[in-house]
């Protein structure tokens, strides 16, 4: 079936440094990648999402690159803060037709220290 | 995101019992998701609902079950519940293209 696989699973940084997350995905039918952001004890919600129609999406510190032919996508964030400190979870959406299901990646723990 | 609300948020039980879990929303949105979360396995699907009469079978099914009472509420009931079951469950909708998932505030689930 479609799996996503996402690392690295922990991933510790200095404050002020980068961090990427990358994921690969198996369906190549897949065309939607959300990025989730999940603080300790709340629920996961969206911080990121790109489509397939496009390589690379911004918002400020945080971006997504998206490579198609290689089936995977990576979530960067730049000069990282302590409130940056969470799980991270990718997600590609279900190529088999308009189900709206997304396969989940196994989360990334980030912590950034100040 | 209020517009998702699950009940109870925590509870405890024990093996054999009959639970259920309630998740309603407000977004109007037609799809709605029931996930658990293990440390380390990420988010699992165990059941979607296009609408009131459509309901699927996601990755994890077994053992549990599910009720779409109407659009804006979506109920998943553990039959009889076994500590393996022990994990936190989250309810998520979704709209239109391209899907975007809204997740619950989540139920923490303990069966002893």
């Known amino acids: 079936g479609e799996n996503v696989e996402q690392h690295p699973s922990t991933l510790s940084v200095q404050e002020g440094d980068s961090a990427v997350i990358k994921c690969t995905y198996s369906d190549s039918a897949s065309n939607y990648f959300p990025w989730y952001k999940q603080e300790l004890g709340k629920r996961p919600q969206l911080i990121i999402d790109i489509r397939s129609n496009v390589g690379e999406k911004k918002d400020q510190r945080i971006a997504v690159t998206l490579n198609k032919t290689a089936k995977h996508f990576s979530l960067h964030i730049t000069e990282t803060q302590p409130e940056d400190s969470a799980v991270y979870f990718c997600?590609?959406?279900?190529?088999?037709?308009?189900?709206?299901?997304?396969?989940f990646g196994q989360g990334t723990t980030l912590q950034v220290k100040p | 995101d209020a517009d998702v609300t699950q009940t109870p948020r925590n509870r405890i039980t024990k093996t054999g019992k009959r639970i259920m879990l309630e998740c309603s929303q407000t977004?109007?949105?037609?799809?709605m998701y029931w996930y658990r979360q293990d440390p380390g396995l990420g988010l699992r699907l165990i059941y979607y609902?296009?609408?009131?009469?459509?309901?699927n079978k996601g990755e994890i099914s077994d053992g549990y079950s599910v009720s779409r009472q109407a659009q804006a509420k979506f109920s998943l009931s553990l039959e009889s519940a076994i500590p393996n079951q022990t994990a936190l469950y989250f309810c998520?909708?979704?709209?239109?293209?391209?899907?975007?998932?809204?997740f619950g505030p989540g139920t923490r689930l303990t069966v002893l």
């Open positions: 998520a909708t979704s709209g239109q293209v391209p899907y975007t998932q809204y």
């Open positions: 997600a590609a959406s279900d190529g088999s037709g308009n189900t709206g299901k997304l396969i």
């Open positions: 609902s296009f609408d009131v009469k459509d309901i």
């Open positions: 977004k109007g949105h037609d799809r």
